[in-house]
């Protein structure tokens, strides 16, 4: 089943990632160990940290099942 989601903000993204580990029944720690990153990087990424690695960020949603598509608004100049 493909399904979009669009955020608008690093806390948005954040929830959506801790949303499908929880459904995927990993903990922070089975997913860290998933996608080749720390335990405290997952922390930041689900509480919204607006900081985060875009290359870790990709290898978390990789692990999930996810990628990252970028959507550019028709009014860009």
Known sequence: MDTQNFFSSPKELGSAVKNVRKNANLTQAELAFAAGV???????LEGGKPTAQLGKIMQVLAALGGNLAVRWNDDRS
């Open 38 to 44: 720390g335990v405290r990087f997952i922390g930041e």
